[in-house]
């Protein structure tokens, strides 16, 4: 199956080694030579693509959950069209890369009559969620063990729709 871009991905360069190429110059002319190592170069494609603020609608009447959807189906395109990028996601400690979105998905959260501490965890697990998924999906894998396709898309929705009904 051929997925299409997201809106959001159709109006994001992709990457590519000029990007990352700009990227070690943006190291290099803020920080110095010295200071451009992977790492450094890793943190900055890394805080590319997991920086992915959700947007509130405008009425808090208007509800929480489609703007989450919408955040969510974008966010995994963004994650699977930059899937060399998801090792360093889930395996380095860039909390930086992450504020962002989470205060984000939190705000959408409180807008739609969430209370604090609900909004807090549920952020935190719609993005472990979107992540996991986009990692297993890359993987290829079916996680059931069953030996068929796996409609990925069908997956996440259903998944989703599970993480997103338990939220209060």
């Keep these: 199956m051929v997925r299409q871009p997201s809106i959001n991905a159709?109006?994001?360069t992709p990457l590519s080694t000029e990007r990352i190429i700009e990227a070690a110059l943006r190291i290099v002319d803020g920080q110095g030579l010295a200071r451009l190592t992977m790492r450094r170069l890793g943190d900055a494609l890394v805080t590319h693509v997991a920086s992915?603020?959700?947007?509130?609608?405008?009425?808090a009447?208007?509800?929480?959950?489609?703007?989450?959807?919408?955040?969510?189906?974008?966010?995994?395109?963004?994650?699977?069209?930059?899937?060399g990028?998801?090792?360093l996601l889930v395996t380095?400690?860039?909390s930086a890369a992450l504020t962002t979105t989470v205060r984000s998905l939190q705000e959408v959260l409180r807008r739609g009559g969430v209370g604090e501490e609900a909004a807090a965890a549920a952020a935190h697990t719609v993005l472990?969620?979107?992540?996991?998924h986009a990692a297993l999906e890359v993987r290829g894998t079916p996680e059931d063990g069953a030996d068929r396709?796996?409609?990925?898309?069908s997956r996440f929705t259903a998944g989703l729709d599970?993480?997103?009904a338990g939220v209060g």
């Design 85 to 87: 990028v998801l090792p």
């Design 52 to 59: 992915s603020p959700a947007q509130a609608d405008g009425a």
């Design 10 to 12: 159709q109006h994001r």
């Design 128 to 132: 472990g969620y979107v992540i996991g």
């Design 162 to 164: 599970l993480v997103l």
């Design 149 to 153: 396709p796996v409609d990925w898309d």
């Design 92 to 94: 380095r400690r860039n």
């Design 61 to 83: 009447s208007a509800g929480w959950r489609e703007p989450l959807r919408r955040w969510a189906a974008g966010y995994r395109e963004r994650l699977l069209a930059h899937a």
